[in-house]
Antibody, heavy 120, light 107 residues
Framework: QVQLVQSGAEVKKPGASVKVSCKASGYTLTGYYMHWVRQAPGQGLEWMGWIDPNSGATNYAHNFQGRVTMTRDTSIITAYMELSRLRTDDTAMYFC?????????????WGQGTLVTVSS | EIVLTQSPVTLSLSPGERATLSCRASQSVSTYVTWYQQKPGQAPRVLIY???NRATGIPARFSGSGSGTDFTLTINSLQPEDFAVYYCQQRINWPLTFGGGTKVEIK
């Protein structure tokens, strides 16, 4: 079955960077786009962007442009999301989610989430 | 970007009752709305895509309707496992955006 397994929780200081991994199994990584969504404590969902594992092409939400970098390593079937210049309000659960990028579709499989805490 | 407004913020109902959740878009999104359910400590899961199509494995008590700017998620005969937070998402334009969510709680 499709499974996305994310890396463990991180604690970072303001101004630092964090890199979260998302390892896929049960399907061909290059057959779907990988999206990233975050959720601050007690808050709603915020879409961050996607990467095409085939080409490496990316599409980032405006709020994160200049600070987020999404990459992939097809040899180990893993996608990455790196967020730089961290602020305390970046404290959130970060999810990866598989998607075919069709408008009539959705994020049909999700990772378990990675909690990133930013604190001095 | 397209703003989605969900109402009500909280819905207090008893098991067996019907839940009606609303999602309104700031501009037309055709039928390109997806609904997700999220339980505490879990990742969201897809319930409905393209406004009215149930995802694989989703019970028939969940239904979606709407087009343009107004969308509805209906849960007939609420089961104990349905008490959760529900989000709508528009998929017609980048960036994808989510509504703020509706919490369905036990009355």
């Amino acid at each position: 079955q499709v499974q996305l397994v994310q890396s463990g929780a991180e604690v970072k200081k303001p101004g630092a960077s964090v890199k979260v991994s998302c390892k896929a199994s049960g399907y061909t990584l290059t057959g779907y786009y990988m999206h990233w969504v975050r959720q601050a404590p007690g808050q709603g969902l915020e879409w961050m962007g996607w990467i095409d594992p085939n080409s490496g092409a990316t599409n980032y939400a405006h709020n994160f442009q200049g600070r987020v970098t999404m990459t992939r390593d097809t040899s180990i079937i893993t996608a990455y999301m790196e967020l730089s210049r961290l602020r305390t309000d970046d404290t959130a659960m970060y999810f990866c989610a598989r998607d075919d990028n069709s408008a009539a579709s959705g994020h049909d499989s999700w990772g378990q989430g990675t909690l990133v805490t930013v604190s001095s | 970007e397209i703003v989605l407004t969900q109402s009500p913020v909280t819905l207090s109902l008893s098991p067996g009752e019907r839940a009606t959740l609303s999602c309104r878009a700031s501009q037309s999104v055709s039928t390109y709305v997806t609904w997700y359910q999220q339980k505490p400590g879990q990742a969201p899961r897809v319930l409905i895509y393209d406004a009215s199509n149930r995802a694989t494995g989703i019970p028939a008590r969940f239904s979606g309707s709407g087009s343009g700017t107004d969308f509805t998620l209906t849960i007939n005969s609420l089961q104990p496992e349905d008490f959760a937070v529900y989000y709508c998402q528009q998929r017609i334009n980048w960036p994808l955006t989510f509504g703020g969510g509706t919490k369905v709680e036990i009355k």
